[in-house]
């Protein structure tokens, strides 16, 4: 199997940037707009609801996420790490 370079360089350190982050900017919010849609009474019941919730996930949400991943972090690239959103 052939090995692909790639021109982009690699840091140190893991973003922590949550807008090129597609559990983040994506995921994370359709979820917790599902698990929290009333009052929570303990943490318990915070667990239960996002196993459940994780559960019905729709495989879409989670695949339209991982394809807009790639745009963003390029333009993440071209931006030279600075805002980029205005460019997507």
């Known amino acids: 199997m052939k090995h692909q370079t790639s021109s982009l360089q690699l840091c140190g350190q893991p ?10 900017y994506q995921i994370w919010r359709k979820l917790q707009e599902r698990v929290y849609h ?24 989670i695949n ?10 390029r333009a993440c690239v071209r931006a030279h790490g600075g805002h980029f959103e205005h460019r997507l």
Do not use: C, G, M
């Open 64 to 73: 339209e996420a991982a394809r807009q991943w790639s745009p963003r972090l």
């Open 38 to 61: 009333s009052q929570i009474r303990d943490v318990d019941q915070q667990k239960s609801r996002l196993i459940e919730e994780w559960e019905h996930f729709h495989q879409v949400v």
């Open 15 to 24: 973003t922590v940037r949550t807008d090129i982050n597609p559990v983040d």
